[in-house]
């Protein structure tokens, strides 16, 4: 199974920016797919998150109101809308998805909560 993530790019302040996730190859079960990303000097940090089944998503608090998480299950591709974007949203954004067989709701800002991970996209926000 692998990650595809496309849709970064360079942007200005207030911009709004798309990014998908595809999931491909094999036979597989989605529990729930997310979105992380890793500014300069920093940590990789959670930003949301899908539950595959019911739609739940959670976000992390710097997005919630900016930023919208949704999911086309026939296409198994997970999207990230990103609105009113601020230059500290600058950062590579990874996708991750959670197809193991021990799936723990309360794991969804966690890495380890995550089997595959995309290769990343970069989102640069000019001031």
């Known amino acids: 199974v692998q990650l595809q993530a496309s849709g970064g790019g360079l942007v200005q302040t207030g911009d709004s920016l798309r990014l998908s996730c595809a999931a491909s190859g094999g036979t597989f079960k989605i529990n729930r797919m997310a979105w992380f990303r890793q500014g300069p000097g920093k940590e990789r940090e959670f930003v949301a998150a899908?539950?595959?089944?019911?739609?739940?998503?959670p976000y992390a608090d710097s997005v919630k109101g900016r930023f919208a998480i949704s999911r086309d299950k026939a296409k198994n591709t997970v999207y990230l809308q990103m609105n009113s974007l601020r230059p500290d949203d600058t950062a590579v954004y990874f996708c991750?998805?959670?197809?193991?067989?021990?799936?723990?709701?309360?794991?969804?800002?966690?890495?380890?909560?995550?089997?595959?991970w995309g290769q990343g996209t970069l989102v640069t926000v000019s001031s």
């Open positions: 991750a998805a959670d197809i193991g067989t021990r799936y723990i709701s309360s794991y969804y800002a966690q890495e380890r909560a995550y089997d595959i």
């Open positions: 899908i539950t595959w089944a019911s739609g739940s998503t």
